[in-house]
């Protein structure tokens, strides 16, 4: 595609439940990244995947926190068991060798009620 | 670790008038640096970067220099326009840390008439 696609743009979710947030990067790009950024702050590190493996998963903050990309392009963020310090925009980036510009998505906004 | 200072906000200049939003990093060795803007309601976009010492990132009239000596990369533009206002956000990725971007927590700027 022409840029990153996340999907969805918001998701409003309970307590407890499992969520799954989907980026499509730019097509040829291996590597990506996964971040988040709260209201006021940054873009916080999560995940790095350089073609299908995660070669940094060190953001991560707990075990609910999973991601996979076992095609080496779209990626999946997986979170189970919800809480209200999830809520979020989840920002999807990529870049064709992981060590130039990163090109983002316009990220999902996460609400956990 | 690595990391990257930024000058809080948020900012609030008239048109015409002169910017600089401070950043300093924190690095082993020598990473390259950005400077992403994110206007209203859009993703994170990449306004300029510097790839080594004494480099000059310039675009759409905003400048910023990688100074090694002092550890920095100040935005800069001699003349801001409304259109500016967005939130402004300095960032590093050094390949031998595992690639991942580490970003400032963003400087507000809002330009009035």
């Known amino acids: 595609g022409a840029g990153v696609s996340q999907t969805p743009s918001n998701k409003v979710t309970e307590k407890g439940k499992y969520v799954e947030l989907r980026c499509d990067p730019i097509s040829g790009h291996t590597a990506l990244y996964w971040y988040r950024q709260s209201l006021g702050q940054g873009p916080e590190f999560l995940i790095y995947f350089q073609g299908t493996g995660a070669a940094d998963d060190s953001g991560l903050p707990n075990d609910r926190f999973f991601a996979v990309r076992p095609e080496g392009s779209v990626s999946t963020l997986k979170i189970q068991r919800t809480e209200r310090g999830d809520s979020a925009v989840y920002l999807c980036?990529?870049?064709?060798?992981?060590?130039?510009?990163?090109?983002f998505g316009q990220g999902t906004r996460l609400t956990v009620v | 670790g690595d990391s990257v200072t930024q000058m809080e906000g948020p900012v609030t200049l008239s048109e015409e008038a002169f910017l600089t939003i401070n950043c300093t990093y924190t690095?082993?060795?020598?990473?390259?640096l950005f400077w992403y803007v994110q206007y209203p309601g859009e993703g994170l976009q990449l306004l300029l970067k510097a790839t080594k010492a004494d480099d000059k990132g310039s675009n759409k009239g905003f400048e910023a220099t990688y100074r090694k000596e002092t550890t920095s990369f100040h935005l800069e533009k001699g003349s801001v326009q409304v259109s500016d206002s967005a939130v402004y956000f300095c960032a590093l990725i050094y390949r031998y840390a595992g690639n991942q971007f580490y970003f400032g927590t963003g400087t507000s700027l809002t330009v009035i008439p």
């Open positions: 980036a990529s870049s064709d060798n992981g060590n130039t510009e990163a090109f």
């Open positions: 690095a082993t060795g020598y990473p390259s």
